[in-house]
């Protein structure tokens, strides 16, 4: 074997024994040899493939490149995924479960046996269900990481208990999407674009940032034009032909001017619209004596948003006329190669933030650019989630403390208000697992849930499993250690661009020992320490459960195989890839292996366009017998016939097709719609069009939201006085280089990016009499943070902004957070509901294992902004508005670098305020507790919906 140049990437069949000269041995030529094994990052929510190299002379995993093999990223990473090598190695990981000694959050523990961990779960859990308690246990996760493995479990459970970080991320944006077409995620297919339009660069720049980016690169480069709506110079935005810094929450005014000028100017595409929007209902149910017909519509639509001229627009949002006008012509003149993206900033930024999610969607409506080459698909066209063996029947168990019913329409669980709803006496919970979720630092009004994890009447038993120390799991009392990319199985696709594929996350280490003849029963086996998987946690936890199998759990994680036996985590997903992977069983055979070999061969699987289609799906043909014939022949009639006068066709196998709207339903369930004649699949709406028209808000208590409109923002800039220094936060920006609370143990991560200063314009800071690095005060409605300041020109006069990522802290000088990352602190309540952090020492070098931690050169760990920030619940979606109104001074004499405040009182009085401004319906005669079609993660029975 000789070494090759590295010009490209080792070809397949060399990953056995892949040879390069050992770097450190230079000048002599020192082979080594390496064994490469694919995986999947878990750095973010992209699931990018990588290789790990394991070093065959150490058995140790050497370093991770990306897996060209990968039909998401290509090959490509961004900084996280290499990274990864330094959370395997970390010197203050934690390696062995841990249960609390002293009270909670006192800091005291033990290391414990996993036997005991599962026992007394499987104990408290067993008891929950069989007296019915099954609302009282409660999984909450920050980052899934898997597809559709924990909602069987929970399934299997029959139990109403996922909980998720969404609510504070992308509710907002998803609500946008979902209320018009049923799937709340959109898919650009940047590549084929000749026009982006970006609200935010959340995902591009630091989210999906590597596989989004990659391809909003190649389509500029095939020389699609790219604007990115922005009040902050983004990555993104900086590679942008268009910056567009509005300021924060007046997008969907823009977006809505823009849709004007595409309707007066006749950009938009006539029979999209026509055939793909649910025009009829909107005038029948808004204007029902006037002309019936889409031109009358389209109409009605010029009027309906008459206000929204360019010069409105502009004022609105600070943005020049022009720039308006000339991006909506190039929108309607890009037509379906229109491609359009929004997450989190603009709508978890604003109250009524789901509103910029539907203007922005509005756009791809009217240029017919939804699932076209070029356009923006929902995202389960680009998504492919394999079903697994046995699906557990949805539970009849509807959780309050989730879904309570001031929300009906929340999009996802009502997370942030766990607290609160615990402290009014809503519920408790009997079993509490946080999973790579840090609430206490990530959520706002962190300092309401130390309040909550540490009162044991309200959460009984609660379990961090987390791959490294965090705030939250400091106040656990369990700490249950999970592996990490490289170190657990599971399956994963996200909606990258217009294709469908599967990554396999695998145990490296196991596939390694396994393939050198060592049997490895469980993965923890073969990760340090004693490193458990979820996926096998969970398998052994239910077995425990239900050691008879008389609860009806069991069967659920018994082999497929092997009958009554417990199930391997490699049988479940073996069968997963002979069964439910299209093409997948073929492709291996074509290669002598098994499906499984070939996952563990490549890690990742592109599904065949043949096999799955990802354009324009909407406008797949029913295929029902019974449709044929005599029922579309009378449904073909009816639409013709008058409206009054259309009636119901039926037939005799339960379908029947609505003569007005054209809605085909079998058993009472929509499956589809009849467009000029002919039965499609449409979309998973109540019509089974693009909802213009939501009479679901209209029926569920907010008619003045039927159509997509522009709800001024709690941080309208009416509501900010520049004169009383007032300013608008945003604090809900990504770098590229950082996760969420994981990045901590990424040294490397730590090194690019270890400050989060408060960016602030030129002229904002000469009024506020302060330079780049003077320490300021950020008051907020329940208190403040000091920070120092970066004055730049890269956000727009009047708005500051501040990084999300840093910030972190702990309690104890080693341990509880990573101090590549971290401030040791004290933190304190006062009387009265006061809160204070202090900075005692930031971060310093320290000795290790690793030589590079007596190395650290930076000294700050950047500030915790978030323990500032009120609970702000938009009032349809439940989505934590983030967008801060404060004032920004330079901080007095007394401040010190990351000092905090909180006043608990004023966060009541704030929750209070924002809960008054919902609208339950709780007085249906329907007795529903949310529309049936809307989507849940965890989705109970129909049975479940009603109160
Ligand atoms: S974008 Fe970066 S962090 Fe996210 S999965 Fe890809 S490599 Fe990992």
Redesign the pocket.
Known sequence: MTVRDLASCPPPERWHDWVEYDAKAWPRKVEKHYEIIPTI?F??????GLMAYVDKETGRVKRFEGNPYHPG?RGR?????PATINQVNDPERILYPLKRVGKRGEGKWERTNWDEVLDTFATKIRAAIVEDRRDEVMYHVGRPGHDGYMERVLGAWGIDGHNSHTNVCSSNARFGYHIWCGIDRPSPDHANARFILLISSHLETGH????QAQRIIEGKMKGAKLAVMDPRLSNTASMADYWLATWPGSEAAVLLAMARIILVEKLYNRDYMRRWVNWQEYMAAEHPDEAQTFDHFIERLVDLYAEFTPTFAAQESGLAEEAIVDIARQIGHAGTAFAAHTWRAASAGNLGGWQVSRALWFLSVLTGSVGTAGGTAPYSWNKFVPTPFLKPPPADVWSELLYPPEYPLANYELSILLPYFLKEGRGKLSTYFTRVYNPVWTNPDGTAWIEMLTNEQQVELHAALTPTWNETAWYADYVLPMGIASERHDLMSQETHAGRWIGFRQPVLRVYKERHGEPVHYTYQANPGEVWEEDEFWIELSWRIDPDGSLGIRQYFESPYRSGEKLTIEEYYRWIFEHSVPGLPEAAAQEQLSPLEYMRKYGAFSIPQEKAPVYQLNEKELQLPELQGSIIDLARADMQADAAQRPISQSSSGIQVDGQSGVITRDGVNIGVMVDGKAYEGFPTPSRKQEFYSATLKEWGWPEYATPGYIHSHVHRSAINAERGEYLLIPTFRLPTL?HTRSGNAKWLNEISNANPVWIHPLDAERIGVQSGDLVRITTEIGYYVNRAWVTQGIRPGVVACSHHMGRWRLDTSRGADRWTSALVELGKEPDGIWRMKQIEGVRPYQSDDPDSARIFWREAGVHQNLTFSVHPDPVSGMHCWHQKVTVAAAPPEDSYGDVFVDRRKAQEVYERWITMTRPQTQRSDHLRRPLWMIRPYRPAASAFKQ
């Open positions: 990052c750095n973010c929510e992209a699931a990018c990223s990473n961004c900084a996280k995924g999906y940032f590597n596989p996760i």
